[in-house]
């Protein structure tokens, strides 16, 4: 299936601010399913400095700066692209094979496995999280059934809550409350699997916004959605889980950057000199090619 993607952020200041800088996430990363045709990132103003990086992770970064005063920035990201992800072959290695082979694993590729089996800044380690998924899994199954009894009881358990919980809100509270939106279930699901030993990674992109005939409309199909990417082996490789959707994240699902959390794929982050209160506006656009 094709994409036609458009995303389009307007951060405007209560008074100009100066020395402006900006790292932009938002150009699609390539993955295996996952081809870009055709993409474009704009600003407007026109930057006066502007340079494009890969990493860390699997990421694609913008960085760009303003030397003089800015009081509204416009970015706007399009790209087409075409997706055909498949349903994993099997269920995969069992837990107590994947343990083995997850920490023996010589790869450091931006592909390895390793960044992933650790806490990071934001889906840091917990144990009433780590109980939980021990309770939810067994050392013999085999990694998608325990990945998805994990997923299933998130989306089961959990109340899709947008406002109960803010960017700043750790995977613990949110596990405690009960209730969050994506990003607070991708991360809660992390800690989870890195609880048991299991490589698991942030992913954040884009929802197909129109379902085909006769199914239901995706939650979080109206800004950038996060899911939980689980490397399930050499063979498997990484398979994308969505909590929220409570789905395996196949052919509606468009990757942009997969990271440890969202610390490391947050779509925009900067400093800027001056102490204005700022207003973020987003509008996202996905429209399947039929």
Not at 49 to 70: F, Q
Not at 131 to 138: C, E, V, Y
Not at 170 to 197: K, Y
Not at 260 to 277: E, H, K, L, Q
Request: glycine content about 8%.
């Amino acid at each position: 299936m094709i994409y036609e993607v458009s995303h389009r952020t307007t951060i405007s200041y209560g008074v100009p601010v100066s020395q402006a800088r900006f790292n932009i996430r938002l150009r699609p990363y390539g993955w295996p399913g996952q081809a870009i045709i055709a993409q474009k990132l704009e600003f407007g103003p026109q930057p006066d400095e502007w340079r494009d990086e890969v990493g860390p992770y699997c990421v694609n970064r913008s960085v760009i700066g303003y030397s003089g005063r800015l009081s509204e920035l416009v970015i706007e990201s399009r790209f087409t692209v075409d997706i055909d992800k498949r349903p994993p072959a099997d269920d995969g290695p069992m837990l107590r094979q994947l343990r083995q082979e997850a920490l023996g694993t010589r790869d450091l590729s931006v592909l390895s496995p390793a960044p992933y089996l650790f806490a990071s800044r934001i889906a840091d380690a917990n144990s009433a999280i780590g109980d939980w998924a021990g309770d939810l899994m067994s050392s013999e199954q085999p990694i998608v059934t325990a990945a998805s009894a994990v997923m299933n009881a998130i989306h089961r358990d959990f109340a899709y809550r947008p406002g109960a919980t803010s960017s700043a809100t750790p995977p613990a509270e949110a596990f405690a409350r009960r209730e969050g939106v994506c990003q607070d279930f991708a991360h809660v699901m992390i800690v989870a699997l890195r609880s048991q030993g299991i490589p698991a990674a942030y992913v954040s992109g884009y929802l197909r916004t129109e379902p085909p005939p006769g199914q239901e409309r995706l939650v979080g199909a109206d800004a950038m959605h996060a899911w939980v990417a689980v490397w399930c082996g050499a063979q498997l490789g990484w398979i994308g889980f969505d909590p929220t959707n409570d789905c395996l994240a196949l052919g509606n699902h468009i990757l942009i950057a997969m990271g440890r959390d969202y610390a490391d794929v947050s779509p925009i982050d900067g400093t800027f000199v001056g102490s204005a209160p700022q207003n973020m506006a987003t509008a996202v656009d996905v429209i399947a090619q039929d």
